[in-house]
């Protein structure tokens, strides 16, 4: 791990993230053993490394370099590494289901593979996730871990009962992801199905359902439980300081893992009006705003999330004392 970090430390970016990506271990054809030139012993160990990275949430791998760097024994570090109780209860509820061995091994393996590549806890996992990763992965065993995800309430109660009929029922609109998170405000509703309609022509599947997440359940459905009456996007510093704090709690209570997307879909919609009302101004003009997240913000929202995780331990701690 050292020298992989060593390696990395050398290339421009503020995070691990950002120089993983520099090295261009994101892209198809480049796997992070290439960095051990030619040493076999080291591509083994760098290969390691990179697994347990993954694992840490300290690296997000894309597919094409997940699939290249195969780390091995994946699983079993992603399980021991999350520490999350809602995983290891659906791990229980799978091993009740009708489903072999070896069926309940690839859904698991296939489902810890999934949320790494899409950078997600089980709790954020959305079904158009789960039907894209499929979509991608033919008879890869995953559809055996759809079942018990609405139960537990991951996925929610709409859903078809299994991975097989949400295919079928294929693609939703933008207007029915949005309105289910049922707004007040009309015209802001509107203005949210406008830009994820236009943005979905950019992306697929799974990655239009975590922008909608992002963007309705995680930013504005928050802000209009702290101000019901908000009709525009500027908002005020009480109400800016108010949402950073409320997503850094998961609906549970513990610490959210993973704040970056919504960071990030806030702050391109935010920048996308600014850009689109240069040729639109009548339909984008009105709706530029200051954005409430600067990139100073990522940082603040790391440092409190790990405060959070670390109070959460300590009352763990003092709940299981004698």
């Known amino acids: 791990m ?28 480049r796997a992070v053993a290439d960095l051990a030139d030619g040493d076999p012993k080291w591509r083994s160990r760098l290969t390691r490394a990179a697994g347990i990275a993954f694992a840490m949430r300290m690296i997000q791998p894309t597919e094409d370099a997940f699939r290249a760097t195969h780390p091995p024994q994946y699983t079993e570090k992603f399980l021991a590494l999350s520490r999350d109780p809602l995983l290891e209860e659906f791990r229980t509820r799978l091993q009740r289901r009708p489903v072999s061995a070896d069926g ?3 859904a698991i393996r296939h489902l810890c593979r999934a949320m790494t ?6 709790a954020d996992l959305t079904p158009g996730a789960l039907v894209h990763y499929a979509n991608a992965h033919p008879g890869c065993g995953i559809a055996a871990a759809w079942p018990p995800l609405p139960n537990m309430g991951v996925l929610p109660a709409w859903v078809s009962q299994t991975l097989q009929d949400a295919r079928i029922r294929g693609r939703q609109s933008a207007d ?4 289910r998170h049922q707004l007040r405000n009309r015209e802001i509703r509107d203005l949210l199905v406008d830009y994820i309609r236009r943005r979905a022509v950019e992306v697929d ?27 525009d ?3 005020s510093e009480g109400i800016v300081q108010t949402w950073k704090e409320r997503l850094l709690v998961r609906q549970d209570g513990k610490p959210r893992q993973h704040i970056d997307g919504p960071f990030l879909a806030v702050r391109a919609f935010y920048l996308d009006p600014q850009t689109w009302s240069a040729a639109e101004p009548e339909r984008w003009g009105r709706w530029v705003a200051p954005r409430p997240n600067r990139d100073a913000d990522l940082r603040w929202f790391h440092i409190r999330r790990r405060r959070l995780q670390e109070r959460c331990a300590v009352r763990s701690k003092g709940s299981t004392s004698p």
Request: charged share 25%; aromatic share 8%.
């Open 2 to 29: 050292r020298r992989l970090l060593q390696q990395l430390a050398a290339e421009p970016g503020q995070t691990w993230q950002e120089r993983w990506e520099a090295a261009g271990l994101n892209r198809p054809g």
């Open 104 to 106: 309940r091994k690839s």
């Open 117 to 122: 590549v899409y950078g997600i806890a089980l």
């Open 176 to 179: 029915d992801l949005v309105d």
């Open 205 to 231: 599947c799974g990655t239009l359902d975590n922008l909608v997440r992002n963007l309705v359940r995680y930013f504005w459905k928050i802000v209009e439980e702290i101000n019901p009456d908000q009709a």
């Open 233 to 235: 996007l500027r908002l």
